[in-house]
């Protein structure tokens, strides 16, 4: 069976830090991977999504970049985070029309 | 850009049938309509999906209208670990997800 895992669940930074956050599915190959956000009280908002190893489509310009260095691992990274990046961070999957599972969340909170 | 319509809130008796309303009267033909729901500070979890006829699943109905402009999720018995946001979504399994800001359910006992 598939999983998806997250990590950190939770993380505090300083404004100005940088950040790295991952993603790895198991039990597939080749899903197209999808980082959202969602900011307190409102819907998720597609920020990146990948249909491959090392492309990357970006649907909100920010501060933010996501990188696919392997088939199943989708790293979320920001150089200077500011105060607006806090947030509860979703990575997805899907392959081909089947419906899209999420992983557990990050909670991030900027300072 | 969610291309559907549902109420902010809604609340529901415990152990009654929840019934969840979507407006998404631009739905192309090749567009399923998708139900996730998010329970408080976990990622959404898939429910149900169809194209034009009723599916049911060992979560929920899904009812589409015959013009498929509108649909309806329902809960058949409603528990209080039915609290959550639900979302409706119209995908043709090639773009993307869009979510919208869903319909929060209360369960009240």
């Known amino acids: 069976s598939q999983t998806i895992h997250q990590w950190p669940a939770t993380l505090v930074q300083p404004v100005g830090s940088p950040l790295s956050l991952e993603c790895t599915v198991e039990?597939?190959?080749?899903?197209?991977l999808y980082w959202y956000r969602q900011a307190a009280g409102r819907g998720l908002q597609l920020l990146f999504y990948?249909?491959?190893?090392?492309?990357i489509s970006s649907e909100v310009p920010q501060n933010l970049s996501a990188s696919r260095p392997q088939d199943r691992q989708f790293i979320l990274s920001s150089k200077k985070l500011l105060l607006s990046d806090s947030g509860f961070y979703l990575c997805?999957?899907?392959?081909?029309?089947?419906?899209?599972?999420f992983g557990p969340g990050t909670r991030l909170t900027v300072l | 850009d969610a291309k559907t319509t549902q109420p902010p809130s809604m609340d529901c008796a415990e152990g009654r049938a929840a019934n969840l309303p979507c407006n998404h009267s631009?739905?192309?033909?090749?567009?399923?309509v998708y139900w996730y729901r998010q329970i408080h500070s976990q990622g959404p979890q898939y429910i149900i999906h169809?194209?034009?006829n009723n599916e049911t699943n060992e979560m929920a109905s899904l009812i589409i209208t015959e013009d498929r402009k509108s649909s309806t999720l329902i809960l058949p018995h409603a528990t209080l670990r039915d609290t959550a946001v639900y979302y409706c979504?119209?995908?043709?399994?090639?773009?993307?997800?869009?979510f919208g800001t869903g319909t929060r359910l209360t369960v009240i006992p």
């Open positions: 997805a999957w899907r392959q081909g029309v089947q419906e899209q599972f």
């Open positions: 039990g597939t190959s080749n899903p197209n």
């Open positions: 990948s249909v491959g190893i090392g492309q």
């Open positions: 631009t739905i192309s033909g090749n567009e399923y």
């Open positions: 169809g194209l034009k």
């Open positions: 979504i119209v995908y043709d399994g090639a773009n993307n997800l869009f």
